[in-house]
Antibody, heavy 121, light 110 residues
């Protein structure tokens, strides 16, 4: 059974930093690209970042480019999101998601339950 | 990276069919057959319903179907049931090798 368990979400002050983690199990982690997707309270889904299976390619939404860094450790089956220069508008539930297995793979087949980041003074 | 455009809400009576639209550009929806749809119940993580425009993952009811024409993709729910009441989001791969989500649609079963 595929499991994705996010952690690291806390209350942090504006301008602060935070690292989120996602522990993966139930599939061959280093076969798949992985995403971070966020959802502000009462709002819609926003794609944040993607990392290739080997970590060699990374992509970011314009809203986080230059502030967030996605990474992975395939030896630990873990995905990370380093978040710097945090702003109030970064307050959201952060999900990690696994790229798809069938067809193109360009979709999120499995999602974690999310970890809540609150940016507030 | 503008969000794809969806209607804010769609409603229907049990047994009816409804369709949710998802409009993008030639750089996302129109340029690739990589549109996916997600269902989200309150307080829950999103669930994949359709991938690659019209494919259903194992376990998803065949009452859900997807299609695309030009820059607009659509999700149709036939035989609407109370359990279908949820938020629905489309998503597309883009020419920047990123993903983009739709604005979301709240489906209400009357």
């Amino acid at each position: 059974e595929v499991q994705l368990v996010e952690s690291g979400g806390v209350v942090v002050q504006p301008g602060g930093s935070l690292r989120l983690s996602c522990a993966a199990s139930g599939f061959t982690f280093d076969d798949y690209a992985m995403h971070w997707v966020r959802q502000a309270p009462g709002k819609g889904l926003e794609w944040v970042s993607l990392i290739s299976w080997d970590g060699g390619s990374t992509y970011y939404a314009d809203s986080v480019k230059g502030r967030f860094t996605i990474s992975r450790d395939n030896s630990k089956n873990s995905l990370y999101l380093q978040m710097n220069s945090l702003r109030a508008e970064d307050t959201a539930l952060y999900y990690c998601a696994k790229r798809g297995t069938e067809g193109s793979g360009y979709y999120s087949e499995y999602w974690g339950q999310g970890t809540l980041v609150t940016v507030s003074s | 990276q503008s969000a794809l455009t969806q209607p804010a809400s769609v409603s229907g009576s049990p047994g009816q069919s409804i369709t949710i639209s998802c409009t993008g550009t030639s750089s996302d929806v129109g340029g690739y057959n990589y549109v996916s749809w997600y269902q989200q119940h309150p307080g829950k993580a999103p669930k994949l319903m359709i991938y690659d425009v019209s494919n259903r993952p194992s376990g998803v009811s065949n009452r859900f179907s997807g299609s695309k024409s030009g820059n607009t993709a659509s999700l149709t729910i036939s035989g609407l049931q109370a359990e279908d009441e949820a938020d629905y989001y489309c998503s597309s791969y883009t020419s920047s090798s990123t993903d983009v989500f739709g604005t979301g649609t709240k489906v209400t079963v009357l």
